[in-house]
């Protein structure tokens, strides 16, 4: 199993930025070689995936982040973070992380509001 806990979200204006953390434990869980990933849901919308971050470093950006948010990771505190800056309204959403492969594991999400 593994326990994933968000961080981070809030209000902020239009232009501002945040920082979301994701804590992730599990007593057979090896975040040091997992890919996790951010991702987001409005609601009545399907989740999206907002961008990856492999073990090797290696990351993936859906288009509409690319260039604003950037995704990281410590291994040795086994937290991977969105720096999300720029923030428009359309980033409006619950933010979820998730390590690849654990199909049914999710956070509770940290809901972001970005107002006009």
């Known amino acids: 199993q593994v326990q994933l806990v968000e961080s981070g979200g809030g209000l902020v204006q239009a232009g501002g930025s945040l920082r979301l953390s994701c804590a992730a434990r599990?007593?057979?869980?090896?975040?040091?070689?997992?890919?996790m990933g951010w991702y987001r849901q409005a609601p009545g919308k399907q989740r999206e995936l907002v961008a990856t971050?492999?073990?090797?470093?290696?990351?993936n950006y859906a288009d509409s982040v690319k260039g604003r948010f950037t995704i990281s990771r410590d291994n040795a505190k086994n937290i991977v973070y969105l720096q999300m800056n720029s923030l428009t309204p359309e980033d409006t959403d619950v933010y979820y992380c998730?390590?690849?492969?654990?199909?049914?594991?999710w956070g509770q999400g940290t809901q972001v509001t970005v107002s006009s």
């Open positions: 971050l492999t073990s090797g470093d290696w990351t």
């Open positions: 998730h390590p690849e492969g654990w199909i049914n594991y």
């Open positions: 599990g007593s057979t869980f090896r975040f040091r070689t997992t890919t």
